[in-house]
């Protein structure tokens, strides 16, 4: 009965008008065009390998490295310079950065200024760790620092070189940009929705006391006052969850309506609905949910009202 | 005159007697509405930091920008040379050139600028430098994101930001470009000799002249062209597809549409108010003294939550968006104030003044 008078005089647009802005907010911005979009774009971006420092095991393919200050005895000298020392096997390592490896065992690769300054013969010995070892040198790679690849030169280390493409990173920045977007949107929306409790709560009474006299028709005939309550809160319930799943609808169509019409006259890009909406509807009807069973008990007030 | 004094006298005792009777329900409205005013004020300060990102790092201010068409500074070029042959003989103005380009450096992106850096050295804003845990003289490994290049520099000195600073040359040799090539220029001086500016680019006066951005493109048919935007972000921003204007209407809209239940809570108030304002119009006060005090109330209630909103922005800075090392915060506006203050105060008067209407009938 209650039901059907809330349906019948329309007093679920008080309840409707409470959920619509939060509901429509958060389809918004769960909607923004997702990286998917402009995955095509960043392909032009080419292959190139990038060689990154990490300190974990990163992305891409990743060796144990270290920056470290090496000796290195020439015929007549020793001098000291940085290096960026990989274990690797050289043939496979170097291949990768597309320079010529062959077979050697341990290989030091000079930036083309030093090589040249240095008068560097074909093969030193290197003082790695207190540890000598024999190496040909290699001319020459884009660096201001050499680079010592060999095998059981690092045991240990805690840092890495990661070869990954340019493409991957470019992906990996994008992605945690619209993680971060996404974040903020999230919470902004979840504190919107919690924000807007008292609201829910300003409609139900409002539809409460609407019903002031299918409330009384109810007691006088026997109900009691109890009955009353949980029935009003299953009716509020029950319209603000059809409330909120409908405006989640309406919203979800007016995102890609306004869309598809913006379209021809603003080059956009497609929005994409994230799933974490609907866990945003959810909060939303389990905030309700609880002001019902408030808003129920206003009731009684009507109640009082009615017989003082 | 004696009638405004009954008048006042009698809005005041109608206050004393709401404040006294049903201030839990006034309560209730002020934290409503103090948390959708902050939910406002923090997505439109947000938006704006978000539209404002590059005009903040170069610290544009009150100057004129010359860059190229582009993605982002990370990507356009302008010859120093070209620029220069420009502004000959235009006097008075200060010409910045920057080089900037992403850096990666421990699998996390930065931004690295070129600066008065000795050779071999870099400078790290502090935020880095915590968060990459560097210290003075320490080396650090930089990796370029164009080619297939790692260098090697040492810590020499810290800046208060979220950048690195280096060398011309280092940042050229890892950006990828030769040498007399920069993103960007900006151009100070007093407002004649940024006139003088503008004409040197072919580029018509225009009544608001300040934070104007010239955009140089690449030649065309022996000819550069130039373009202008009110913005940096924006002239950047507009080749990637994204209008700065319309993403500062949505963000309006968004903002704006959180206070659309405001409406109802005035209702509410109202509602709250109901048998104070009965008593007073059986006591012979008029209609519309009921309805203005109830809007003063509503008035009070507003100012109230817009004063608690602004200690909240103020101290739960929640809303951060960390991008390329940089943590962008909500930097409010006394704009922003100016917009939602008044709605809100319209929505929710509006809601009340309804219900004390119909109360009143």
Request: charged share 15%.
């Amino acid at each position: 009965m209650l039901f059907l008078a809330v349906l019948r005089r329309g007093l679920y647009i008080a309840i409707v008008v409470s959920v619509l802005t939060p509901m429509l907010i958060a389809t918004a911005l769960h909607a923004i065009p997702s990286l998917e979009a402009i995955r095509d774009l960043l392909r032009v971006y080419g292959d190139t390998t990038l060689i990154v420092m990490s300190s974990e095991k990163g992305f891409g393919e990743c060796y144990v490295a270290k920056l470290l200050n090496i000796s290195v005895s020439t015929v007549n000298k020793v001098i000291e310079f940085p290096v960026l020392a990989v274990e690797a096997e050289p043939s496979i390592f170097l291949k990768r950065l597309g320079l010529s490896g062959s077979n050697y065992t341990a290989v030091l690769v000079f930036p083309r200024d030093s090589f040249e300054k240095l008068r560097m013969p074909s093969n030193v010995d290197a003082i790695v760790n207190g540890t000598q070892i024999r190496c040909t040198t290699i001319c020459c790679w884009d660096s201001n620092l050499a680079l010592l690849v060999s095998k059981g030169i690092l045991n240990t280390s805690n840092s890495y070189l990661c070869l990954e493409s340019r493409e991957s990173l470019a992906v990996r920045e994008l992605e945690s940009v619209e993680k971060e977007l996404l974040g903020v949107a999230k919470l902004w929306t979840f504190i919107l929705i919690l924000a807007c409790t008292p609201i829910f709560y300003a409609a139900q009474r409002r539809v409460v006391e609407a019903l002031r006299a299918e409330i009384v028709v109810l007691y006088s005939s026997g109900a009691s006052k109890q009955d009353i309550v949980a029935s009003l809160a299953s009716v509020l319930t029950a319209l603000h969850t059809a409330s909120t799943l409908f405006t989640l609808a309406l919203s979800i169509t007016l995102v890609y309506v306004s869309w598809s019409l913006a379209k021809p006259f603003i080059p956009m890009l497609p929005p994409s609905l994230r799933t974490d909406v609907v866990y945003l509807a959810l909060t939303e009807i389990l905030a309700g949910a609880l002001v019902s069973c408030i808003a129920s008990r206003g009731a009684l007030k009507v109640w009082q009202a009615s017989y003082t | 005159m004696h009638s405004l004094e009954r008048c006042s006298k009698g809005m005041a005792s109608v206050i004393h007697i709401v404040l006294r009777v049903r201030v839990h329900a006034l309560l209730f409205s002020i934290l409503a509405l103090a948390l959708l005013t902050w939910l406002s004020l923090a997505s439109l300060a947000l938006a704006h930091t978000l539209l404002n990102i590059y005009d903040s790092f170069f610290n544009v201010d009150r100057g004129v920008v010359v860059s190229s068409q582009g993605f982002s500074p990370l990507t356009a070029l302008i010859s120093r040379a070209e620029v220069e042959k420009r502004l000959a003989g235009i006097k008075n103005i200060t010409v910045e050139f920057y080089l900037v380009t992403p850096v990666v450096i421990n699998n996390r992106v930065f931004l690295m600028r070129s600066s008065n850096v000795p050779e071999g050295c870099v400078f790290i804003g502090d935020s880095v430098a915590r968060e990459l845990r560097v210290g003075s003289s320490d080396h650090i490994s930089l990796s370029s994101a164009f080619k297939v290049e790692i260098l090697y520099a040492k810590v020499c000195g810290f800046v208060k930001g979220s950048w690195i600073e280096a060398p011309y040359s280092l940042v050229a040799r890892i950006r990828g470009v030769s040498e007399g090539y920069y993103s960007l220029a900006v151009v100070k001086g007093s407002e004649e000799a940024l006139k003088e500016v503008y004409r040197a680019f072919n580029v018509e006066e225009k009544v608001r002249l300040f934070n104007i951005v010239v955009s140089v493109l690449p030649r065309l048919a022996n000819e550069s062209h130039a373009k202008l935007y009110n913005s940096l972000t924006e002239a950047y921003a507009v080749n990637l597809g994204l209008y700065r204007d319309y993403a500062l209407y949505l963000a309006y809209a968004i903002a704006l549409s959180a206070l659309l239940g405001t409406p109802l809570l005035g209702l509410h108030t109202s509602k709250s108010l109901a048998d104070v304002v009965q008593v007073y119009r059986f006591v012979g006060v008029s209609r519309r003294l009921a309805v203005a005090v109830s809007m003063l109330i509503g008035l009070i209630i507003v100012g109230f939550s817009t004063t608690l909103a602004l200690i909240l922005m103020h101290f739960a800075n929640i809303f951060t968006i960390s991008v390329l090392g940089f943590t962008l915060t909500p930097k409010p506006q006394v704009m922003h104030l100016a917009i939602v203050a008044p709605t809100l105060l319209l929505l929710y008067t509006g809601g009340v003044a309804r219900g004390v209407l119909s109360e009143a009938e």
